[in-house]
């Protein structure tokens, strides 16, 4: 079970910190990620980072300014959202896989609830 919190309204430019906490024994072996849908649009990959040495992917669209992050001792995914733009604006769902670190959606079994993020200009 995944639970995300963190969001909330911000104005361009600033920041927020999404956490996804997850319930489980194994957390350390899944890859965990986050992906985003904004109203009307389809859900889309926005970072993963991967059980092994913790290796991390980004959409372009988040590059230099989103980091994901893990603490496996509390069993949670962090997602640092920094030079936040309007276009950012979106729910944002925290997922796990065990499998695969891929950026594609239909392959996660796992989903948090998802947290609306909003960015005013």
């Known amino acids: 079970q995944l639970q995300a919190s963190g969001g909330g309204l911000v104005q361009a430019g600033g920041s927020l910190r999404l956490s996804c906490a997850a319930s489980?024994?194994?957390?350390?072996?899944?890859?965990m990620a986050w992906f985003r849908q904004a109203a009307g649009k389809e859900r889309e990959f926005v970072s993963v980072?991967?059980?092994?040495?913790?290796?991390?992917y980004y959409a372009d669209s988040v590059k230099g300014r989103f980091t994901i992050s893990r603490d496996n001792a509390k069993n949670t995914v962090y997602l640092q959202m920094d030079s936040l733009k309007p276009e950012d604006t979106a729910v944002y769902y925290c997922a796990a896989n065990l499998s695969s670190g891929t950026t594609r959606p239909e392959m996660y079994a796992y989903w948090g609830q998802g947290t609306q993020v909003t960015v005013s200009s």
């Open positions: 980072i991967r059980w092994s040495a913790g290796s991390t």
């Open positions: 489980g024994r194994r957390f350390s072996l899944y890859h």
